[in-house]
């Protein structure tokens, strides 16, 4: 692959018919062979990680939370750090399917797809360490409020409940926004295959999707309407997830500024591990003429913005520290500075603050190698980030007699690693069982290029009506 | 190629949307009902004794005092299940012969305690105390239904954290003269019909079901002796109490 490719404004490159559309994306899924030696890689390796998990999982229910390495002062540690690492992941495919689609943004269609179901994996990534961190993730019900024999209803003024809310309606929403955006190409992989367990699969799951234009009208509403519930939830899931530190007194975590500061540093998170995907992906499977160059140079400009945003975040604690005349908020940013963590808060300002700055050329984010590079900067300022936040501010609270140094054991590196692997793991296996991109968006898109008369007009057919360029796989090509 | 699935198999996909909308409301009530189930909770089933004790033969045919054999309820945190030697006190007299009562002989010769299987219980992480409920005059039927009844012991109520809470909250529905705890036993004996007449309701309610709904005079009287014995309502159901 030729590091710096060439931009273009169309948002389908190459030449195209719908057929030629379908074909590529369904082919993926239907021709068991398509899948070369990286995609087996990633997926091996994902699933000894996923193992290896189960392994520190089981361990951790045997003996107690008492092997990771929070203790007193530091209640909190890695399980939190990645929990907020991961929620943050997730934003970028929620902003992408329903920000982007409110705002009519047609380059987030080849993209929004798996997105959306990193966003998913990313959940379940993050969900699983305040469920472990319980100690009892089988009373995990307990977080809701249901009659029960206990007289018992959650704390409704604690933040961590209002977590539990936020994250349960988050899975929710994107999860169905998924499966409703997979209708029609489930549909399409079902007419198309010749096995037949994959005929009764896809047919099951496209509940019974003919492509009628009712079918069609009812899924328009839906999805919108989808899109608008999701809307909010990309701004309220990361604002309450830093209210678990905001709501608190403790100087470093007591900050109004943090609710947008950490919407912003979630979205610049989720496209770093947007692209982190697409680039490798993009060359794997070609998929070079839909996530277009155009595509990249997008996500880089996102991530610059959020980026700037996240740094201004960073310059306002410092100086606000100091304004405040509080000695003990003076204190915890000298501490953070040059503190026993002082190390961690100069990589993040490196990762966050500095490498990010680079993006401000168009020849490095049309470099993908340079860019992969700043992503992973930007992945690692990002857990970063919540380290300083949370390592700092309890390892140095008010009594200094009480004072610590969190060492994480290697469960909570098992931990982390092994939900990297589940991620992983999810996520090629998603590409290899359901379309990775949105197939009739995508048509649609050609459509409409066309119907402009883009210059793109060797679809064979002549511009047909928008519903058939919709239609799951009949009508146009039978 | 055919379709795999017919159009009546639509059926099946709309079915399933609504299985999801409504199952975990479905769940939620299955988990209530097992949850509350006596399967669950062990309340009315009687448990394998060593010897068929009958409560409604000694309490209710003999009269003997609840305190005779569970001497320690008044003072202690346990009531106690009574040794040996004071079954033996009657037993070692009548009914020496009875072959129900073999385990409790051995029990006597071999020096060794019969095990009688415990029917109530809290699990170990709740701390109670007998005393200080029967000081405050709640009869033990309200927590262990009509004792008195019972051919075999069986649990009268679930403890379920909600019940004790109900009364912590509200002490007034419940507590009163602890000099009538054990009188009611005594009116309500067999042959006693005239005193068992002229039982106030709210004793004969106890008696029988263990269960009374007090009405507006008897609450009154009821807030009397909540200032009577000082109970700091505010404090009685918070955690400690209970979970030490």
């Known amino acids: 692959m030729s590091a710096r490719e060439k931009l273009n404004d169309d948002l389908i490159l190459g030449k195209h018919t719908y057929r030629s559309i379908n074909d590529k994306v369904n082919n993926v899924v239907l021709n068991q062979n398509s899948h070369t030696i ?12 996923l193992q290896l998990m189960g392994l520190v999982i089981l361990w951790l229910l045997y003996r107690g939370i008492g092997i990771w390495g929070v203790n007193n002062p530091s209640m909190w540690g890695w399980d939190i ?5 991961w929620i943050g992941i997730g934003h970028a495919g929620t902003l992408i399917s329903a920000i982007l689609l409110l ?6 269609n080849s993209i929004n797809r798996f997105a959306e179901a990193m966003t998913l994996f990313a959940v379940a990534c993050a969900g699983l360490f305040p469920l472990l961190h319980t100690g009892r993730p089988y009373m995990a019900y307990w977080m809701f409020p249901y009659p029960n024999v206990l007289a018992m209803t959650p704390n409704f003024r604690s933040p961590l409940l209002w977590d539990v809310f936020a994250i349960s309606t988050y899975a929710t929403v994107s999860a169905v926004f998924w499966f409703l955006g997979l209708i029609p190409d489930v549909a399409s992989l079902r007419d198309r295959s010749k096995n037949p367990i994959f005929r009764t699969i896809f047919g099951a799951l496209a509940m019974g999707w003919r492509g009628a234009s009712s079918h069609w009208q009812r899924y328009e509403s839906a999805y919108i309407m989808l899109a608008g519930l999701s809307t909010p939830l990309v701004l309220s899931v990361h604002s309450i997830v830093s209210f678990d530190f905001a709501v608190s007194n403790l100087p470093g975590w007591h900050v109004t500024l943090f609710p947008p500061y950490f919407v912003a540093g979630a ?3 989720g496209f770093a591990m947007v692209l982190t995907l697409a680039i490798p992906v993009r060359a794997w499977y070609n998929m070079k003429d839909f996530i277009t160059m155009r595509h990249i140079d997008w996500m880089a400009k996102v991530m610059l913005a959020t980026g700037l945003i996240v740094f201004y975040g960073y310059l306002c604690e410092g100086f606000f520290s100091w304004y405040s005349g509080n000695v ?3 204190d915890m940013m000298r501490f953070r500075m040059f503190g026993p963590y002082g190390w961690a808060y100069w990589m993040l300002i490196l990762c966050n603050g500095v490498v990010p700055q680079f993006l401000w050329f168009p020849k490095i984010r049309t470099n993908l190698v340079a860019l992969f590079v700043i992503c992973q900067f930007v992945s690692l300022g990002m857990w970063l980030e919540r380290f300083v936040i949370i390592t700092v501010s309890l390892t140095r609270d008010f009594l200094p007699s009480s004072w610590g140094y969190f060492t994480p054991t290697i469960y909570d590196i098992g931990m982390f690693v092994g939900t990297v692997g589940q991620f992983t793991f999810l996520m090629f296996g998603f590409l290899r069982v359901l379309p990775m991109i949105n197939n009739f968006e995508m048509k649609e898109l050609l459509y409409r290029m066309i119907g402009r008369g883009h210059g793109h007009g060797h679809a064979a057919h002549a511009p047909e009506p928008a519903l058939a360029g919709h239609a799951a796989g009949d009508g146009e090509e039978h | 190629m055919a379709q795999v699935f017919h159009p009546r198999a639509n059926v099946l996909a709309k079915l399933s949307l609504i299985l999801l909308a409504t199952g975990p409301v479905l769940l939620l009530l299955i988990g209530t009902g097992v949850s509350r189930a006596s399967h669950n909770t062990k309340a009315g089933i009687a448990a394998d004794q060593p010897v068929p004790f009958s409560h409604e033969h000694h309490v209710s045919e003999l009269g003997i005092d609840c305190r005779y054999c569970h001497s320690n309820v008044e003072t202690s945190a346990h009531a ?3 040794p040996t030697e004071t079954c033996m006190s009657c037993h070692s007299q009548i009914w020496t012969n009875s072959p129900l009562l073999e385990p409790i002989r051995q029990s006597y010769k071999t020096n060794t305690p019969v095990t009688w299987a415990q029917v109530n219980k809290v699990p170990e992480f709740v701390y109670f105390n007998h005393s200080i409920h029967i000081k405050r005059g709640l009869n ?5 239904g009509s004792v008195q009844q019972m051919q075999l012991a069986y649990k009268g109520k679930p403890f379920f954290m909600v019940w004790c809470l109900n009364c912590h909250r509200n002490p007034e529905k419940y507590v009163g003269d602890p000099d009538k705890v054990f009188s009611i036993y005594e009116k309500g004996q067999k042959g006693q019909d005239r ?3 002229n039982m106030p309701a709210e004793e004969r309610d106890i008696l029988n079901v263990g269960e009374h709904t007090r009405s507006p005079e008897e609450l009154a009287k009821g807030e009397e002796w909540v200032k009577k014995f000082n109970i700091k309502k505010k404090q009685l159901a918070d955690c400690w109490i209970c979970h030490r």
Do not use: D
Request: positive net charge; aromatic residues 22%.
């Open chain 2, 80 to 82: 106690t299940v009574p």
């Open chain 1, 38 to 49: 990286p995609w087996a890689v990633c997926f091996m390796v994902g699933f000894m990680l």
């Open chain 1, 103 to 108: 705002l009519k943004q047609s380059w987030r």
């Open chain 1, 328 to 330: 003990f908020e003076r």
């Open chain 1, 267 to 269: 979205v610049y998170a």
């Open chain 2, 195 to 197: 005193e068992y007449a």
């Open chain 2, 140 to 144: 033990c039927n309200i927590c262990h």
């Open chain 1, 81 to 85: 750090i990645n929990f907020v690492w």
